[in-house]
Structure formats: structure tokens, C-alpha cells
């Protein structure tokens, strides 16, 4: 027997313990009560931490890459993240100077992994930029993943 519990509206993560009634077929009405304890979490997580750092390269040579795990715990809709946008840290639009591959996870079908690689184009000193993730690119819901990479030259 599955069972699915959805927290209430404006329940935060956390611990958790409550008790599940199961009906029986007893003739007295006796309802089963089963003790069950866990840890709400957000629907969308990131794994390690919301934050990609590229590290300290030289921009115009090397091309590093970095990624983290994405998952989304929301059953009721479809495990995939589309990408909705990649900017600099004034909003400017910076996809071209990144590429973006989500890599479904083998045997955890709800996460998926994010690899940046860094593609050229970004002006030394530095980036600091966001790259954002949808379930539905236009309507959401969002998650931000914050991007930042340190330029080096090769001496």
C-alpha cells in the first residue's frame, strides 16, 4: 500500500512525526495505527550546495567544467529541469559563454546532473552570474544556482 504524504502549505523543512490510520475489515471498526517519522524537504534541491564555482583558470585557454545534483521530490509532475536562463550578475544573458548538459541519473530517476563548462567570451577578472533551472521555463517553478569563476593568467 503506497503512501504519499504532502505537507501542508507553509510547513517548513524539517523532522516530522505523525501517525497513519489504516482501515481494517475487522468487524469492530479497528483502524490500524502506524507510527511514522521523517525529514520534509524542499520539492527542488541542490546537491552539494546551490553554487557553481568554476575556479581559478586562465578564461582565455582553458575550459574547465563543474557540476551539481538537481532534484525535484514533486511526484505529481515530470523529473526534468529545462534550462531558463544563464546571466551575468547585471542580467545580461551569458549562455554562449557556457554550456549547460543535464544527465538524468541512472537508478534515481528524480535527480539530474548539471554540468557548466566554460565555452570563452567572459572578460577577466572574474564572473559572477546565475544559471536557472525550470520545470517549465516560463512558468516555473525556478532554481537558481548561483555561478561564479576567477580568471588566472598563465604566467
Known sequence: LPICF???????????????SVPTNHPSGYLLRVPV?????PDLVVR?????SLGLFDFGSERPEQFVLVT????S?????????????????????????LQPQAGDER?????????GGAVPPTFRGELVLAKDP????????????????KP
Open 6 to 20: 504532502v505537507p501542508a502549505t507553509g510547513d517548513r523543512p524539517g523532522s516530522f512525526q505523525t501517525v497513519v
Open 37 to 41: 517519522v521523517g525529514t520534509l524537504v
Open 77 to 101: 509532475r515530470a523529473a526534468e529541469f529545462a534550462v531558463a536562463r544563464l546571466v551575468d550578475s547585471a542580467g545580461v544573458d551569458r549562455s554562449g559563454w557556457f554550456h549547460v548538459e
Open 138 to 153: 516560463v512558468h516555473g517553478p525556478f532554481l537558481p544556482i548561483e555561478l561564479v569563476a576567477f580568471h588566472r593568467k
Open 111 to 119: 535527480t539530474t546532473r548539471v554540468v557548466v563548462r566554460y565555452a
Open 72 to 75: 525535484d521530490h514533486d511526484r
Open 48 to 52: 552539494p550546495m546551490a553554487k557553481l
